[in-house]
């Protein structure tokens, strides 16, 4: 995970405050307090969302036993409800940046097991010739069936993309409402 989960929510909460502060007129100490203040003026799904927030930020915060989100997802899920709900945009521009560092690395990755794989088939390749040639008395087959090499390094190049993708995606999905 890119961001931990204590400083996703505490970015969250805090931006969730102020909006709701300047925007609606909201008093209070916290986020449960502001969302008491107003909650004749907004829907009841949004009041929903912002409480799962609030419960879940004073829970990471308070509470010894709690160390992550539990649903990470259904958090995530609140609060785009929330910043669509209080129209909080998200700035495109980052958005583009973070899709071209991924397509940028993705292809790096690429272009990398073209090289990779390459060098691999060739290492499989001699020794394969030089185990034949020991068991059959200098006798050389092109046997190209043991490719082990060349599936190790595709398949750590294809988790390393996946990896970094999961990361981008974590990195965008918590500072894109900032």
Not at 23 to 51: C, F, P, Q, T
Not at 56 to 66: A, G, Q, S, T
Not at 147 to 172: D, Y
């Amino acid at each position: 995970m890119f961001l931990s989960d204590i400083n996703l929510v505490i970015r969250k909460s805090k931006k969730y405050e102020t909006v709701l502060t300047k925007n609606y007129g909201a008093v209070g100490k916290g986020l449960h307090e502001k969302i008491s203040s107003i909650e004749n003026l907004i829907e009841v799904d949004l009041i929903k969302s912002l409480r799962l927030v609030a419960t879940v930020r004073n829970k990471l915060l308070h509470d010894d036993d709690y160390k992550k989100i539990d649903n990470r997802e259904g958090f995530l899920k609140a609060c785009l409800h929330i910043e669509k709900s209080l129209g909080i945009k998200k700035d495109i521009t980052f958005i583009l940046i973070v899709a071209m560092l991924q397509t940028l690395v993705i292809l790096c990755a690429f272009y990398l097991s073209l090289i990779i794989i390459p060098f691999a088939l060739m290492i499989d390749f001699f020794k394969t010739i030089t185990k034949d040639r020991d068991e059959d008395n200098n006798r050389y087959k092109n046997n190209f069936e043991s490719t082990s090499h060349a599936k190790k390094a595709l398949a750590m190049i294809v988790n390393q993309v996946k990896e970094i993708n999961k990361m981008f995606l974590s990195f965008l999905i918590s500072t894109t409402s900032d």
